[in-house]
């Protein structure tokens, strides 16, 4: 029988959906399982944008490869609205964020070159860069500092003759952490400095919090040939299903190479393109995606608020996207959440988790942290965080009770 490619080898599982067979398992035995390990909002996406839908064609045909002209206008008229101007050569439609990720790494980098990404980072990074053979430099932030970047001389410390980009989520996923301006242009005269990409992951970029502004990578002066945006209209239009990116750089060799990938793949999704253009030119945008914001920042609160509450438990307020960072009283964050999947019930209800370990490159690190979503409504998210307390106690004095060979 052949074999598989080492390459297909080495792409680690999803440590959002590594333990999704428990949860079946748990599912088919009647339970009730409240997920947090995913971030998919729950909050119905804009009718003006299922409506987009119904102006398909007969046949729902290939569209452009790098996107219909009037998906691609209506992105940049979207970053217009924040003091971001673009040509329309200098964007293309991806199918979804990891797509655009994906693209941006085989642009970048070659095979063995090397990237730096601040950990704890979004997992499947980790299966981006397998993909595309190239090699992540983690550069390690802490929960104790916020998950702030450190130093100018940590950084420049990862740099070596085959780092040839900085890839940064802002605002963060796992973190929630938003960087401030003086972080973005530390990072860009790094970039300057030793001719490296600065590839920023913006999905979230509205999803910020407390007053703070996001700075995109775009924004920043002097960059043009350096700076590579990444995003996705699956959170803050709630269409994770639409399959909608892009990829945007003011780089004419790099968007050269971005069409050249994108026709290797034909097109983008023809009727989430329909959606994002319906809803992107009805009046109903902003304001539905501003309410959905505030309803996710009410959810942080609660969160955050419950979370401090729970014995044990430390993490930081998020100030961005819909997820926290939390440290856990237990030895093993995946044994534990594969625990509550398998033993573990409050009247037939239970919680699911993403262990925190997938989220770090250097091993060992972040084995007793774990990422939360809070992608539920508020009354589901109160019920979940009392499950994950409630477990939590419980685990503690399983913990303590010896085992046969012990005693």
């Known amino acids: 029988m052949p074999g598989v490619s080492t390459r297909a080898g080495r792409v680690p599982p999803s440590p959002i959906r590594k333990l999704v067979p428990l949860a079946d398992r748990a599912k088919r035995a009647g339970k009730k399982v409240y997920h947090l390990n995913i971030g998919q909002p729950d909050i119905p996406t804009p009718r003006e944008f299922l409506e987009g839908f119904r102006k398909a064609p007969e046949v729902l045909a290939y569209s452009p490869s790098p996107g219909f002209e009037e998906a691609r206008a209506a992105f940049i008229r979207y970053y217009r609205r924040f003091g971001i101007e673009l040509e329309q050569e200098q964007l293309i439609i991806t199918v979804g964020g990891s797509e655009a990720v994906t693209f941006a790494m085989l642009i970048a980098l070659d095979p063995g070159d090397e990237i730096i990404i601040p950990e704890p980072f979004y997992g499947p990074y980790s299966g981006y860069a397998e993909i595309a053979n190239v090699k992540i430099v983690p550069l390690t932030t802490h929960l104790e500092e916020g998950f702030r970047l450190p130093s100018r001389g940590e950084i420049e410390a990862k740099i070596t003759e085959r780092t040839k980009a900085i890839l940064i989520t802002n605002p963060g996923n796992p973190t929630g952490v938003v960087y401030t301006q003086?972080?973005?242009?530390?990072?860009?005269?790094?970039?300057?400095?030793?001719?490296?990409?600065?590839?920023?992951?913006?999905?979230?970029?509205?999803?910020?919090?407390?007053?703070?502004?996001?700075?995109?990578?775009?924004?920043?002066?002097?960059?043009?040939?350096?700076?590579?945006?990444?995003?996705?209209?699956?959170?803050?239009?709630?269409?994770?299903?639409?399959?909608?990116?892009?990829?945007?750089?003011?780089?004419?060799?790099?968007?050269?190479?971005?069409?050249?990938?994108?026709?290797?793949?034909?097109?983008?999704?023809?009727?989430?393109?329909?959606?994002?253009?319906?809803?992107?030119?009805?009046?109903?945008?902003?304001?539905?995606?501003?309410?959905?914001?505030?309803?996710?920042?009410?959810?942080?609160?609660?969160?955050?608020?419950?979370?401090?509450?729970?014995?044990?438990?430390?993490?930081?307020?998020?100030?961005?996207?819909?997820?926290?960072?939390?440290?856990?009283?237990?030895?093993?964050?995946?044994?534990?959440?594969?625990?509550?999947?398998?033993?573990?019930?409050r009247e037939g209800e239970t919680v699911m988790l993403a262990p925190g370990e997938g989220f770090y490159k250097t091993p060992g690190l972040g084995k007793s942290e774990a990422r939360l979503a809070y992608v539920l409504n508020r009354g589901e998210l109160e019920r979940a965080l009392w499950l994950l307390g409630e477990a939590l106690a419980e685990y503690a004095a399983l913990e303590r009770v010896p085992s046969e060979a012990e005693a």
């Open 182 to 345: 003086e972080e973005l242009e530390l990072l860009g005269e790094i970039a300057l400095e030793h001719d490296l990409f600065l590839i920023s992951d913006e999905v979230y970029r509205e999803f910020v919090y407390d007053g703070l502004k996001h700075t995109s990578v775009l924004e920043l002066p002097g960059l043009e040939e350096h700076a590579i945006l990444v995003d996705s209209i699956s959170k803050r239009f709630s269409a994770c299903g639409a399959r909608i990116g892009a990829l945007a750089s003011r780089n004419k060799d790099v968007m050269a190479a971005a069409m050249r990938l994108a026709q290797t793949r034909l097109s983008p999704p023809t009727a989430g393109q329909l959606g994002l253009v319906n809803y992107l030119n009805s009046p109903a945008y902003p304001r539905k995606t501003e309410e959905m914001i505030e309803e996710f920042r009410r959810r942080r609160d609660l969160l955050y608020e419950r979370l401090l509450g729970i014995p044990g438990v430390r993490c930081t307020k998020p100030q961005g996207a819909f997820y926290v960072m939390a440290q856990l009283p237990v030895a093993d964050a995946e044994e534990f959440t594969a625990w509550l999947l398998t033993d573990f019930e």
